[in-house]
Nanobody, 115 residues
Framework: QVRLVESGGGSVQAGGSLRLSCVAS???????LGWFRQAPGNEREGVAT??????TWYADSVKGRFTISKDNENILYLQMNNLKPEDTAMYYC???????????WGQGTQVTVSS
């Protein structure tokens, strides 16, 4: 059974930093792990992805500011620096076990950035 539990959200001022964590109870093998976000009135969007080969992908809006990583204990991180008000959203951890399978989702953690 796949279970994802996020933590680390909060309220910060613009320019500040937060680190999100996601404890991922997943199979030994996985295809990709990622962070998504959804702001009120907007669709959910991809923020950062870590592929099983170690490569990464970032949305243009967060390149150079956010970093996705994973430790050996199956904890996925999203380091967010130089936060902007437009980064305010609910952030979700997600896992895809197979290359074309569905995503599994966490419950989300709220990030609020004030100007």
């Amino acid at each position: 059974q796949v279970r994802l539990v996020e933590s680390g959200g909060g309220s910060v001022q613009a320019g500040g930093s937060l680190r999100l964590s996601c404890v991922a109870s997943i199979y030994p093998r996985w295809s990709r792990l990622g962070w998504f976000r959804q702001a009120p009135g907007n669709e959910r969007e991809g923020v950062a992805t870590l592929f099983s080969d170690g490569s990464t992908w970032y949305a243009d809006s967060v390149k150079g500011r956010f970093t996705i990583s994973k430790d050996n204990e199956n904890i996925l991180y999203l380091q967010m620096n130089n936060l902007k008000p437009e980064d305010t959203a609910m952030y979700y951890c997600a896992a895809r076990i197979t290359r074309y399978g569905d995503y599994y989702w966490g419950q989300g953690t709220q990030v609020t950035v004030s100007s």
